[in-house]
């Protein structure tokens, strides 16, 4: 192994390149850069390959960076590189800021499931409260992942229930919304009730390799920004309303369901194939700047920059007047 990747990977750069124009760095593997290189009047090695994580920079003004799979379509014409590197082997800094450590990861297949077509009508008190809670000009059957139907879900899809679930299956099919998160680990419930002391429930529908959590997607596919929150309903208002003014430069909005946003950015590292993004999160009042700080260090090769947003006004941003004050860590 090579930092994260097999022999293989190096073995496929020297009959790519040449065995003499492949070097290996402290913390870099260094090769000429496909998209300089061949205007070059003297050969020369500007791009590094990260032994920590499959990321890659030019060092040409104004050249390339991306990911290793950005890299290998380039050199390839396609992306195979799952096939060079391994994903447990990509290191995080512990709390203690001085340790590496790696990332347990266990290869699974995943089940994709069918979400029941809503039909305008059959839920009229679902519809009544996902209009209230987005705004009534908003079109929820184009919601991502959207389950009104919970019975039919959980039978088309042949879920194995919990008893627990079992027993609060009609009542969760009467009273409450799902959405199915974006790697089908949970169906997140939300009751319709708004005034009910029992807001939140959770199906567990398939384990997964790191923290699960609801995606919606944002304006722009190239940008590498991207907005997190604890809640759902969170990431839907700010879609909506834009409170912290950055909506046209957003990829995905993403929630957690928890305030562990540390294994939130490694999912979305794993998951998407991010690194080196830029990160806002829509931050619970209550949660100390301290706390974002320590994420910024311990996340440090996988983001680039980090910005958090309270609502001075409340705890949510979906609820009430909204009032943003927002820091730079």
Known sequence: MIGIYNDSFLDHLRDTYGADRVSIKNKNIVVPCPWCEPHAIIP??????????????????????????????????????????????????????????????????????TIPKIIEGQFPSKELYLKSRFG????????N????????????????????????LNFLHDNFVGFCTSNNGFLILRNVD????????????????????????????????IVLSEGIFD???ERLFNYT?????????????SGF??????????????????????????????????????????ISSLQVHYNLNGKDFNEGNVKIESFII
């Open 235 to 237: 990431i839907f208002s």
């Open 44 to 113: 020369r090695y500007h791009l590094w390959i990260s032994k920590d994580a499959p990321i890659f920079k030019c060092f040409h003004a104004g050249c390339a960076k991306g990911t290793v799979s950005k890299l290998l379509k380039k050199l390839d014409g396609t992306d195979n590189s799952k096939d060079f590197f391994d994903i447990s082997k990509i290191q995080y800094v512990n709390k203690s800021d001085t340790q590496l450590q790696t990332l347990n990861n266990e290869k699974r297949d995943y089940r994709v499931f």
């Open 194 to 225: 708004r005034n009910s002391s029992f807001k939140h429930y959770k199906i567990l529908l398939q384990k997964t390799t790191f923290l699960d959590y609801y995606k919606i997607y944002g304006y722009n596919s190239e940008s590498k920004t």
């Open 261 to 302: 946003f540390d294994s939130l950015i490694k999912s979305l590292a794993y998951y998407e194939m991010m690194f080196k993004f830029d990160v806002h999160i829509l931050a619970d009042i209550d949660v100390k700047l301290s706390y974002f700080k320590k994420l910024k260090r311990e996340c440090k090769h996988l």
């Open 136 to 143: 009534f000009s908003m079109d929820f059957r184009n919601i």
């Open 145 to 168: 992942n959207l389950v009104f139907n919970v019975k039919e879900f959980v039978e088309i899809n042949k879920i194995s229930l919990k008893d627990s679930d079992k027993r609060l």
């Open 245 to 257: 003014k950055n909506r046209n430069d957003i990829k995905f909005f993403a929630s957690c369901q």
